[in-house]
Nanobody, 124 residues
Framework: VQLQASGGGLVQAGGSLRLSCAAS???????MGWFRQAPGKEREFVAA????????FYGDSVKGRFAISRDNAKKTVYLQMNNLKPDDTAIYYC???????????????????WGQGTLVTVSS
């Protein structure tokens, strides 16, 4: 699976952005995840969605503000980000695991296909 993330940009605190990740290959077979890496920090889990889209998972810092979704027909996964905060500033990466079923969904080591990242900057 090859991945191409887009949709990042500069937004004021309290604003919204929607990230997209276009995939090639057998997209519909895989759980898809979003991770982010802020300057000087380790990469952290943001959200994941299983193949069917019926179950989603979120990191504690984004619960209630971010929503992950997918369109298997378009081979695209989305991350809707609302009520953005300066602490959300980071490069956001979409990722796919190396096998169809993974657990837990927030374990970075299970993802071995990564997009190039898209920068989100939230100003205060």
């Amino acid at each position: 699976v090859q991945l191409q993330a887009s949709g990042g940009g500069l937004v004021q605190a309290g604003g919204s952005l929607r990230l997209s990740c276009a995939a090639s290959g057998n997209f519909q077979r895989y759980t898809m995840g979003w991770f982010r890496q802020a300057p000087g920090k380790e990469r952290e889990f943001v959200a994941a969605i299983i193949r069917s889209g019926s179950n989603t998972f979120y990191g504690d810092s984004v619960k209630g503000r971010f929503a992950i979704s997918r369109d298997n027909a378009k081979k695209t996964v989305y991350l809707q980000m609302n009520n953005l905060k300066p602490d959300d500033t980071a490069i956001y990466y979409c990722a796919a695991p190396g096998r169809a079923y993974i657990y837990p969904h927030d374990k970075e080591d299970l993802y071995n296909n990564w997009g190039q990242g898209t920068l989100v900057t939230v100003s205060s």
